[in-house]
Nanobody
Framework: QVQLVESGGGLVQPGGSLRLSCAAS????????MGWYRQAPGKQREWVASMTTSGRTNYADSVKGRFTISRDNAKNTVYLQMNSLKPEDTAVYYCYARSALTSYWGQGTQVTVSS
């Protein structure tokens, strides 16, 4: 069993930056692929970024070049550095942990990009 707790969301002006954190409890954090989704009001959940256990990263086209995912296995934490934020990045951001057998989700953290 893995529990995920996101933090770091908030209100930021367009062009600003935020860093989201997702702390995992439980065992074997390093054996899970980690990633982030987001859901804007009235829209479907959208995949944002992921990182495999070996460190390979992938990004949605909408965030490529602006967002960076990273993980610290010693701290059981995955991060999402978000730069050059746009109003369309406004959403609830969820982290996940995925293995071959199951997935776990956090409760989400709100990011609002507005002037």
């Amino acid at each position: 069993q893995v529990q995920l707790v996101e933090s770091g969301g908030g209100l930021v002006q367009p062009g600003g930056s935020l860093r989201l954190s997702c702390a995992a409890s439980g065992s074997s954090f390093s054996t899970y692929a980690m990633g982030w989704y987001r859901q804007a009001p009235g829209k479907q959940r959208e995949w944002v970024a992921s990182m495999t256990t070996s460190g390979r990263t992938n990004y949605a086209d909408s965030v490529k070049g602006r967002f960076t995912i990273s993980r610290d296995n010693a701290k059981n934490t995955v991060y999402l550095q978000m730069n050059s934020l746009k109003p369309e990045d406004t959403a609830v951001y969820y982290c996940y942990a995925r293995s071959a057998l199951t997935s776990y989700w956090g409760q989400g953290t709100q990011v609002t990009v507005s002037s």
